[in-house]
Structures are given as structure tokens and as C-alpha cells.
């Protein structure tokens, strides 16, 4: 496992499940060995957008169904899914002891994936907040609207002063004016520089896309439907910027255990 991304958004109907999906295929389309975990726990939409109907899911793993490497669904040569379960009660949040499991399982894995892509669920609970802050980069989506990019500062506050992540890398989403919205996002970006420990870096800005919405509806990735969309263009100069960065080190639970322990044995 050579890199983990985490995709987190304070404000739902961003964009960002679309997001991670589609760069996954575009690194699958590489050559790169991909997996994305659906991280809403209850309310999975991933399988859904990759057009893929899992055998299992992550409470499958959980409940010692299947392990992980079973769990993970090929979607086409090099992605697969770790699938969330859809309306199953009681699975909104992860125990200490679910969140272990988990992570150790992704941790034995480590030699089979280039990326993984952890997609959370949107806003700023504990679950959200535990499995971003244990991932090499962090990329925070948002739009252009007040409520969207507090949001995503309230995020980036907890993950810096809790888990000492200093650097986030912003998407901009479903813009309208793309010079507004610059205006709009650079301010945001010197205001929570100037009041938080991180740098926050602009990789991508992507203005209002209608054919996402056809790709819903398709159940297909836009990449497969429309790979030469602009907007496909733009997330593949994203992949690559991301593609590059140094793996960063907070204090969240890592994914590289020591010496590879079992951090259930004494349980």
C-alpha cells in the first residue's frame, strides 16, 4: 500500500463521491491498483455510482462474513470497492474495536493496492474525523457557498488541532463563475491559513458539470461514459498532483502497524 487519500466535504451534494469514483478509474486506467472504501458506514452511494452490485460490504467484514480481501469488489482491471451497506441500523458509527479491525485489515492488504481512497460521509462526526486523520493526504471538497466552505474549515480545525495535520489540498466544486469563485476561495484559503497551523493548497476547480448527473443516472462513471469531458481532463491533472505528494505524518492511527501487530490479539 503505497498511498492512502482521504476525500472529506462538511456539506453534502458536493460533488465528492463522484470525485474519488472517478479518479479511481482514471488511476485503474493507468496501471495503478486501486481500492476505494465507501466510508458512510450506513448510507453507501459508491456501488451505486460505479454501476457494481457487491457481494459484500464493510458490516459483512465487521462480522467476520467475509474477510476484506474477499469483501473488495472488483469494478474493472485494477479498482475494486470496499462497499458500505445501504439503511442497515445500528452501523452509523464504528466502534473503537470495528475502527481497529478495519484499519488492520487494510493494513495487511498494504502490499496489494498502490491507492486507497477512503470517500467518507459528509460532515464533521467522529468517524469522519478518526479515519481521515489515519490517512497519508487529505483532500477537503467544497464549493463556493458560505455554508459549504465553514464546513470544510470546521474540518480542517479539528484534524489540525486534534491530529496535527498540516496539509490539506482543496477541490472546488460545482462553480458557477469561475472568477468569482477564485475570489471567493482564495480569501477563504488566506483566512484559515492566518487562523489555523496549515497550508492549504488549491488543486482543483471544477465549474458546474451537467453530464455527472447523466452519469448517475447511468449508474457509470463519467470517465467511462465522457473521458474526454473537460471535466475528466481537469480531474486527471488532479490524479497527477495528488499522485505526487509526499505522505504526510499527524497523529492520527496510522495504517502501517509496527512490525505488523495485531492490534486485536489482546482483546
Not at 479539528?158 to 472568477?179: A, C
Not at 447511468?218 to 475528466?232: G, R, T
Request: proline share 3%.
Amino acid at each position: 500500500m503505497k498511498k492512502v487519500i482521504s476525500y472529506s466535504s462538511g456539506k453534502g451534494g458536493v460533488g465528492k463521491t463522484s470525485l474519488v469514483a472517478n479518479s479511481g478509474v482514471l488511476w485503474a486506467e493507468e496501471g495503478k491498483k486501486v481500492l476505494i472504501v465507501d466510508g458512510d458506514w450506513s448510507l453507501g452511494k459508491m456501488a451505486l455510482t460505479l454501476g457494481v452490485k457487491p457481494q459484500w460490504a464493510i458490516h459483512d467484514v465487521l462480522e467476520g462474513k467475509a474477510t476484506l480481501k474477499e469483501a473488495a469488489q472488483g469494478v474493472t482491471r485494477n479498482l475494486s470497492l470496499l462497499a458500505s451497506p445501504s439503511g442497515v441500523m445500528g452501523f452509523e458509527e464504528l466502534s473503537e474495536h470495528q475502527r481497529n479491525q478495519l484499519f488492520y485489515e487494510l493494513d495487511a492488504l498494504q502490499d496489494d493496492y498502490d491507492l486507497i481512497l477512503i470517500d467518507h460521509s459528509s460532515g464533521v462526526h467522529w468517524g469522519v474525523i478518526q479515519f481521515a486523520a489515519a490517512a497519508h493526504n487529505h483532500v477537503i471538497v467544497t464549493t463556493a457557498e458560505p455554508t459549504s466552505y465553514m464546513d470544510a474549515y470546521a474540518i480542517m480545525k479539528i484534524l489540525s488541532q486534534r491530529f496535527k495535520i498540516r496539509q490539506f489540498e482543496l477541490i472546488v466544486t460545482m462553480s458557477q463563475s469561475l472568477v468569482e469563485t477564485q475570489k471567493i476561495i482564495e480569501r477563504f484559503i488566506d483566512i484559515t491559513q492566518s487562523h489555523l497551523e496549515v497550508t492549504v493548497r488549491e488543486v482543483g476547480h471544477f465549474p458546474f458539470e451537467p453530464k455527472l448527473a447523466e452519469s448517475l443516472r447511468q449508474q457509470k462513471p463519467i470517465a467511462s461514459l465522457y473521458p474526454d469531458s473537460l471535466f475528466i481532463r481537469q480531474l486527471a491533472k488532479v490524479c497527477k498532483t495528488l499522485e505526487k505528494l509526499p505522505n504526510e505524518r499527524g497523529n492520527g492511527l496510522k495504517f502501517y502497524y509496527s512490525q505488523n501487530i495485531n492490534p486485536l490479539a489482546a482483546r
